[in-house]
């Protein structure tokens, strides 16, 4: 046996395992002494996996923290250090993602053992391979992941279960983003019209305004779905976002604050725009009473055929798909698409991006400008029009 090393613990060499071996002795959270050995093929490796462990505990590391597997920290993390700082509907894509894409690979692994290369290959893998269909996952989602196990570990670390976080020293996937599908002024005209030709009584005009609603004032569709008439000005021609609606598993429909700050917003609508909200809010309050209590009044200004929230899955899937398919509309066109199209069309027409920025409710100009960077060839063609006006 060797001897006593600084004080710190001991080194020996196992005769057996032909393996060096530093013990150090400790104080668990509950003051018991306790033992822990490292073991390295190289003396001074052995020496140094100890006193760094030592030195971790000097500074608040757990010393059994790092035992405690990945599932287990999960379990955890997720309803004491996330669900109550973020929305509803985000905590689900946050547990959603744990679940799909990071316990079934780690979820049994202690967290001291999780290893950068480990989480690196698995990042790549995802990439490849990840969907059920065994086609990779998008570089968004792929990164999203990261993301998620990155702040994961960083409260693993930041509560004393880990001295530091693996994740962070993987590589981002280089994120490629998609084009966006948006409709042409004559497409959105077709689909219109195609939507006041269908067959279910109701949807044939609830449909027709909510396609045109949403093309014109380019909400999200939570804030569509969430529009209440009392946030219809009609005197002023205007609407005012302040909630968005929102499904989440186990509670249903949930009304939540806005994305962002800049989500919290008044938009202006067109003219015709009001007179149209008019004549269809007397609509539904006729359709109302001929159902009577069947109706719920919840002074929604889109609701179902009851008067209940709309269910995007039923909604996209029964009348929503059928009715672009029915028009031929391209693929890839969702009913997001219909916010990106009133951008697009706004943009091309030389509006200030600034402006596009505030009725769209986005964070900065950077995030504008970067989502519409294909309608940058039309401006800078515009650019070059007022040019030739200003030095004919």
């Known amino acids: 046996m060797g001897r006593r090393a600084t004080g710190e613990g001991t080194a020996y060499f196992d005769e057996n395992k032909k393996i060096w071996v530093y013990q150090v002795s400790y104080r668990d959270e509950a003051g018991v002494r306790q033992r822990k050995k490292f073991k390295a093929k190289i003396k001074r490796d052995a020496m140094r996996k100890g006193k760094e462990f030592l030195d971790e505990i000097s500074k608040g590391l757990k010393p059994n923290g790092g035992r405690i597997t990945v599932a287990h920290w999960v379990g955890e993390w997720l309803p004491t250090y996330v669900q109550p700082r973020i929305r509803p509907r985000t905590f689900e894509k946050y547990k959603s993602c744990m679940n ?7 979820g049994d692994v202690p967290l001291e053992e999780l290893t950068a290369s480990d989480v690196q290959k698995h990042l ?3 990439l490849e391979n990840g969907r059920k269909d065994g ?13 998620y ?44 019209a195609v939507a006041q030709e269908i067959r279910h009584p109701y949807m044939r005009v609830m449909m027709p305004e909510l396609i045109r609603f949403t093309a014109h004032t380019g909400l999200r569709q939570g804030e569509v779905f969430g529009l209440l008439w009392q946030d219809v000005d009609f005197e002023q021609g205007a609407i005012f976002v302040q909630h968005s609606l929102a499904h989440v598993v186990g509670k249903g429909a949930v009304m939540q604050a806005p994305k962002t700050k800049n989500s919290r917003r008044r938009v202006l609508l ?27 009044r919840r002074d929604l200004v889109f609701a179902s055929t009851f008067g209940s929230p709309i269910s995007p899955t039923n909604f996209l899937r029964r009348h929503f798909h059928p009715l672009l398919k029915k028009c031929g509309i391209k693929d890839g066109f969702t009913f997001h698409g219909l916010r990106h199209t009133h951008a697009t069309l ?30 940058l060839p039309d401006m800078q063609q515009q650019a070059i029009n007022a040019l030739k006006e200003l030095f004919p």
């Open 135 to 147: 086609e990779g996952l998008s570089s968004s989602t792929v990164r999203a992941v990261r993301r």
């Open 100 to 106: 799909t894409y990071i316990l079934p690979a780690f």
């Open 346 to 375: 706004l943009l091309k027409q030389g509006v200030n991006p600034k402006i596009v920025q505030e009725r769209l409710g986005l964070s900065s100009i950077k995030v504008t400008m970067d989502t519409y960077s294909h309608v």
């Open 270 to 296: 067109l003219p015709e725009d009001v007179e149209s909200l008019r004549k269809y809010r007397d609509w539904q309050q006729a359709y109302a009473e001929e159902l009577g209590d069947q109706y719920a």
């Open 149 to 192: 196990f990155c702040m994961c570990l960083d409260d693993a670390v930041e509560v004393g279960l880990v001295p530091r976080n693996v994740v962070r020293s993987t590589k981002p996937t280089k994120l490629i983003k998609k084009d966006i599908v948006v409709l042409t002024k004559e497409e959105l005209q077709r689909l219109l």
């Open 124 to 126: 790549n893998n995802l």
